[in-house]
């Protein structure tokens, strides 16, 4: 089964439009971010680079 198949099988469309699935979204993206930006920190510093 491809990703759309399983989809509709399981109903996900329909959770993905629930005001809980965005926010959760939202929140796991500025999660992500955030831990990006923590991990590059070091890197930068590594370089010399300063703000």
Do not use: H, W
Not at 15 to 26: D, M, N, S
Not at 44 to 51: C, D, I, R, V, Y
Request: charged fraction near 30%.
């Amino acid at each position: 089964m491809n990703r759309e198949e399983i989809e509709a099988m399981f109903g996900l469309s329909e959770l993905k439009q629930t005001r809980f699935y965005q926010q959760a979204l939202e929140e796991g993206i500025e999660t992500g971010e955030r831990k990006a930006k923590l991990d590059t920190v070091p890197r930068l510093l590594a370089l010399g680079l300063t703000t």
